[in-house]
T-cell receptor, first 115, second 112 residues
């Protein structure tokens, strides 16, 4: 596709339910990133995938959060037993190059509201 | 741990003014610095990327500079327009294949 695509654009769920957020990166981009943007917290890194390497999960806030990337393309971020503090905009980005030319292109995000 | 600061958090200027948005970072060992624009309810749009070996980049009315040694970057917007109203985020890449560390952004309002 022309850009990074995320779905759904909005998700409302009840506390305790599981949710899945999807990201389709730009075709051919080998790196994929998930970030979270909370009110007053700014943008924070969650997880990063590069090719077939083990993902960098250092930003995941708890073991309720997990992500996978199938076939080196589409990624799914799963939040189990959602809590109200999980309410945020979840942004996905992809990039082609590494090093100083690493430009990350972002999707429009999924706005998650946990009631 | 890398920290990125953008001050002030909000700025309001009259149309036509030239303005400078500031960004500072604590760890000068960066690969690049990106400036993004975010409109309300939207994702991030990359405006300019400055590689670590570069001093500045220009695109239209935008010019971004980088001083790695002092840990500073500025985004210069010439002849501001109401359509420039948005939040501007600065982010640094500290590892070759790594996460971006973001500032909290500057919300710009350009008054007609």
């Amino acid at each position: 596709g022309a850009g990074v695509s995320q779905s759904p654009s909005n998700k409302v769920t009840e506390k305790g339910k599981d949710v899945e957020l999807r990201c389709d990166p730009i075709s051919g981009h080998t790196a994929l990133y998930w970030y979270r943007q909370s009110l007053g917290q700014g943008l924070e890194f969650l997880i990063y995938f590069q090719g077939n390497s083990a993902p960098d999960k250092s930003g995941l806030p708890s073991d309720r959060f997990s992500a996978e990337r199938t076939g080196g393309s589409v990624s799914t971020l799963t939040i189990q037993r959602t809590q109200q503090e999980d309410s945020a905009v979840y942004l996905c980005a992809s990039s082609l190059y590494s090093g100083s030319k690493n430009i990350q292109y972002f999707g429009a995000g999924t706005r998650l509201s946990v009631l | 741990k890398q920290e990125v600061t953008q001050i002030p958090a909000a700025l309001s200027v009259p149309e036509g003014e030239n303005l400078v948005l500031n960004c500072s970072f604590t760890d000068s060992a960066i690969y690049n610095l990106q400036w993004f624009r975010q409109d309300p309810g939207k994702g991030l749009t990359s405006l300019l990327l400055i590689q670590s070996s570069q001093r500045e980049q220009t695109s239209g009315r935008l010019n971004a500079s980088l001083d790695k040694s002092s840990g500073r970057s500025t985004l210069y917007i010439a002849a501001s327009q109401p359509g420039d109203s948005a939040t501007y985020l600065c982010a640094v890449l500290t590892g070759a294949n790594s996460k971006l560390t973001f500032g909290k952004g500057i919300t710009l309002s350009v008054r007609p």
